[in-house]
């Protein structure tokens, strides 16, 4: 497969999230980095954009009955930053869980070519 963008993420926030998780949650979320990866265009199904704080998104993962949501945002429309995440029990994402994905965007230190240092 041909990567339309690469994936990364933020310092420890993520990997502490998906190790958290079981084997069979981390391959899912694997699989949904990989659509993320190599989709020009991404399903909302797939990631969609948080509508209260512009530029922020949310990668969605469902397994059974069972939801987990990764915050994330784009570096120049082709890197995607992998935030914080948390197993959604609601059906409204809990704004404490949006706060820290907003901390955590805005403590990536913006450089004069509108890229991020990490």
Not at 10 to 15: A, D, G, I, L, S
Not at 25 to 46: L, R
Request: proline fraction near 3%.
């Amino acid at each position: 497969m041909i990567k339309v963008r690469e994936v990364i993420q933020y310092k420890h926030y993520f990997e502490d999230f998906l190790l958290a998780q079981t084997e069979k949650v981390q391959n899912k979320i694997f699989k949904i980095i990989e659509i993320i990866e190599t989709y020009q265009h991404v399903p909302k199904t797939y990631l969609a954009p948080i509508k209260t704080y512009p530029g922020l998104y949310e990668a969605r993962i469902r397994l059974g009955q069972n939801i987990w949501r990764v915050f994330c945002f784009f570096d120049k429309g082709k890197l995607v930053i992998l935030l914080n995440g948390f197993v959604k029990k609601t059906q409204k994402t809990p704004k404490n869980e949006i706060d820290k994905a907003i901390r955590l965007m805005k403590l990536i230190t913006k450089k004069e070519d509108n890229s991020y240092e990490y």
